[in-house]
DNA sequence: CGCCGAGTTGAACTGAATCAAGAAACGTGG
DNA sequence: CCACGTTTCTTGATTCAGTTCAACTCGGCG
């Protein structure tokens, strides 16, 4: 299995200086299931990365919740406009199953982004790698029928379906519960 | 109106040495109305600002052009994958306009990245904005109406009617040209 | 046992796409 | 400056993927 320190490093290497300050920024938590992480109308303070366990991401809107974001063991994963502005926003924090879960406060990161020309330069790769990400779901969203996007979500991450209700791996994936109920009777 | 050093430092500001080293690598080219900035399947070299005049960024899929963005002057814009991978990509750049560009390598900008902590830093946040920006694009495509995505197009940026193509912006906006043509109609 | 939340199924509805013609605007050569 | 062809935009009829609303099933658990 994958260590946090090598998740690091495959986005950028650091020096053994940097990286044992930066090391030294995370806090570790152990949490129960439900544990919020961020709450509604709250400033997003952390970039988190979860060791095990599944966190999402999610808001109301309409009463109606709308998940943007499962994340599940060794992914990176943040409140990404709450972070960058340091502003309130709907966006929650979650886990959804009991979760170990590293934190690094935005304040803390940003000084070591000051400090280590390495570090801002780890930031900025991984931001970059949000980015296409985010192209790529976007793409998906706009072309692709809720059918392949299921189907994309179950090669890509067959566990998910095990340990995620199935109304918020419908939201996630842009559509109601009952047509991803239909999609998978189809099998 | 707005400068590009203004701009720039609108982003985050720099020493003078990097100002003075980062400026200089930038190029400027006056180009006419579809010229390729870059070409299908090429690799995107350069990450651009757009003085004035209007690109757009589009590519073919199953036969039929779909325009990803539309950058008006003043604006940063770039292959978004293709750039950070340096791989090539289906992305078309063109202008629609006579225009006057400029544009940075991205060997040499990564080589500015390198070597002045502050220009790595100014990246770091220029593209924390372009993943803010998708972010919202992408609530825009999943949540919004054609309407509503028509009617906050027109509010943020009127002028973009009459320089571009009903066609270019039907697609921009993730919805057909006939779609768009009903909603102008209702006016 | 009976309830309760999670998931399924059905029927009607809807926003937008598609397909197919037309109408307007645009520019190029005579 | 007009005629002609081309491109751009509009309008209409039909279709479709997915939503909505409502009822129902199933498995677990107090």
Redesign the interface.
């Known amino acids: 299995m994958e260590t946090f320190i090598e998740r690091i490093d495959k986005i950028s290497l650091l020096s053994p200086e940097s990286k044992n300050a930066f090391l030294h920024a995370w806090e570790e938590w152990s949490v129960p299931k439900d544990h919020f992480l961020v709450r509604e109308n709250a400033v997003a303070h952390h970039l988190f990365y979860i060791k095990n366990g599944v966190a999402r991401i999610y808001y109301f809107?309409n009463g109606k919740e709308i998940t943007e974001w499962i994340a599940l063991d060794n992914q990176f994963f943040f409140s990404?406009?709450s972070f960058?502005?340091q502003t309130p926003s709907k966006l929650i924090v979650q886990t959804i199953e009991p979760a170990k879960v590293m934190g690094i406060h935005h304040d803390k990161l940003m000084t070591l982004?000051d400090q280590h020309?390495d570090i801002?330069?780890w930031?900025?790769k991984a931001?970059?790698g949000?980015?296409?990400l985010?192209?790529h779901?976007?793409d998906s969203?706009?072309?692709e029928t809720a059918q392949q996007r299921y189907e994309k979500l179950l090669a890509n991450n067959p566990s998910i379906i095990q340990r995620v209700p199935l109304s918020y791996i419908a939201s996630f994936l842009?559509i109601t519960q009952e047509t991803l109920s239909r999609i998978r009777s189809q099998y």
């Open positions: 809107k990404i406009i960058f502005k982004c020309h801002e330069r930031f900025r931001i970059s949000s980015l296409i985010s192209q779901r976007m969203i706009q072309f842009g």
